[in-house]
């Protein structure tokens, strides 16, 4: 039985109808379907979902991973999706949102938040982008990072607002800050660049998981190999191979001029290949939502 087309936002249509119908072209039937499944799951769920987003060495791409696939769930799945920079190392998710916009940054929140009383009180704490991904961030100065006593109180206090946060956590699993995120968090994505030496610095980052008792939730995570250049002469079959004895999935996301360029991050900027991958990046991701 065909199954009713997703209506998706203008943002992430590439193009208005032709998008889906591209991947069917590309052999990908499921794919299409393991989306419907997702927006009727994620509209059926209850459960706040926490993403925690991992890498194994700076410049991964978690930041941009982040956003990308907190982009593509607010927008396609039409719902609050918040993204938290949980980078204990001067974090840079601020960077990847539409310039002009001011936010205090999330330190400040510090013993406050029972003194929040609704989403228009967070508002001046919050940054947003076009597919009305809203986001949280640290400040630019080191020495005000936040302490994981912090996370704590923001994690928790951020599912009143939102169904789902995405974590972006900088390269330890052993960090305070880590620790507040992994100790909720229902989904994990771990993100290689395309690079021999990360890919190796994401597995200690895998086995520091192992060794806190994370195993199972790394065997049901998304694995990330961001960056990919056709020209490379790097094995990403063989690294996709690693991966999946690992994981539950391995995604792809190519290397992308919009991306390359370090800018705010546009949706509608990307390759037609980019935004595929980013939203079968979160197909696979909400496949889990229960
Ligand atoms: N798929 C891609 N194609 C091209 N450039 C990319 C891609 N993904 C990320 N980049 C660029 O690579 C740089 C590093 O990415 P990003 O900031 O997401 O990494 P990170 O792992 O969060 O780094 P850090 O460890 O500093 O937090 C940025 O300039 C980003 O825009
Ligand atoms: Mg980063």
Redesign the pocket.
């Known amino acids: 039985m065909s199954q009713p087309e997703i209506e998706l936002p203008d943002a992430l249509d590439v193009p208005r109808r032709g998008w889906l119908r591209g991947l069917f072209d590309r052999g990908a039937p499921d794919f299409v379907a393991q989306m419907h499944a997702a927006v009727a799951a994620i509209r059926s769920s209850r459960r706040p979902e926490y993403i925690a987003v991992f890498?194994g060495k700076?410049?991964?791409?978690?930041?941009?991973t982040t956003t990308g696939l907190g982009s593509v769930l607010a927008g396609v799945m039409r719902d609050r999706v918040v993204a938290l920079d949980s980078?204990p190392d001067k974090?840079?998710l601020r960077l990847k949102f539409p310039a002009g916009q001011s936010a205090r940054p999330l330190h400040l929140l510090a013993g406050r938040t029972g003194q929040l009383r609704s989403y228009s009180d967070l508002r001046p704490f919050l940054l947003s982008n076009g597919l009305g991904l809203d986001a949280l961030t640290s400040s630019r100065h080191r020495d005000q990072a936040a302490d994981g006593v912090v996370y704590a109180e923001i994690l928790d206090f951020l599912t009143a607002d939102y169904r789902m946060v995405v974590a972006d956590c900088g390269?330890s699993a052993t960090s305070d800050t880590a620790r507040e995120v992994l100790s909720r968090a229902t989904q994990l994505v771990v993100?290689t660049p395309a690079q021999i030496d990360g890919f190796y610095a994401l597995l200690e980052t895998l086995d520091e998981l192992v060794d806190m008792r994370h195993r199972d939730l790394l065997g049901d995570a998304v694995a990330v190999i961001?960056?990919i250049h056709e020209s490379s002469s790097v094995d990403v079959d063989k690294i996709h191979a690693d991966l999946k004895r690992r994981v539950r999935a391995v995604r792809r996301?190519?290397?992308?001029p919009h991306?390359?360029a370090?800018a705010a991050f546009d949706f509608a900027e990307l390759q037609p290949a980019t935004k595929v991958a980013y939203v079968e990046l979160a197909a696979t991701v909400t496949a889990r939502f229960r």
């Open positions: 890498g700076g410049g991964a791409g978690k930041t941009t980078n974090g840079t390269t993100v961001n960056g996301i190519p290397h992308d991306l390359a370090g």
